[in-house]
């Protein structure tokens, strides 16, 4: 199940939704490869689904923190393995374009994020919404 956030700043005029955790779409590769959107990351999907029945996997919506702006990116993560193969995914921050810490995090609740956009307060995190 995942949880629906607010993200917010009383400095600035920051303010957020963030969606994190997984629903029922991420429970096999297969379900996964229907809404994926990265190109290189479905092609590394069908080569699992293909050639390794037996690869495990870990896919959810988290939160990457750019280590240069602090700019945040709510994106899926996902990492397949098996015994021959690897892959998993990596974003950019499309603020700076520096390369995203490797794994998002995956829970906000007791994590004290600096304001993005300001940088004076830590933003307040608000649950609203379950969703699936």
């Not at 190109?39 to 495990?56: L, P």
């Not at 996997?57 to 750019?66: A, K």
């Not at 994590?111 to 307060?121: A, F, I, M, S, T």
Request: proline share 2%; charged share 25%; aromatic share 12%.
């Amino acid at each position: 199940m995942g949880v629906a956030y607010q993200l917010s700043c009383g400095h600035c005029t920051y303010n957020q939704n963030m969606y994190m955790g997984f629903g029922f779409s991420y429970c096999s590769l297969s379900s996964i490869l229907e809404w994926y959107k990265d190109d290189v990351g479905r092609q590394r999907i069908r080569d699992f689904i293909q050639t390794d029945k037996e690869a495990s996997f870990e896919c959810f919506d988290g939160l990457y923190v750019c280590q240069s702006c602090h700019y945040l990116l709510n994106e899926v993560y996902l990492h397949i393995k098996s015994d021959s193969d690897d892959y998993t995914n990596r974003h950019t921050c499309l603020r700076c374009s520096a390369l995203m810490p490797s794994k998002p995090i995956d829970q906000i609740e007791d994590v004290q994020l600096d304001c993005p956009d300001c940088g004076n307060e830590k933003l307040s995190v608000q649950s609203y919404m379950d969703w699936d």
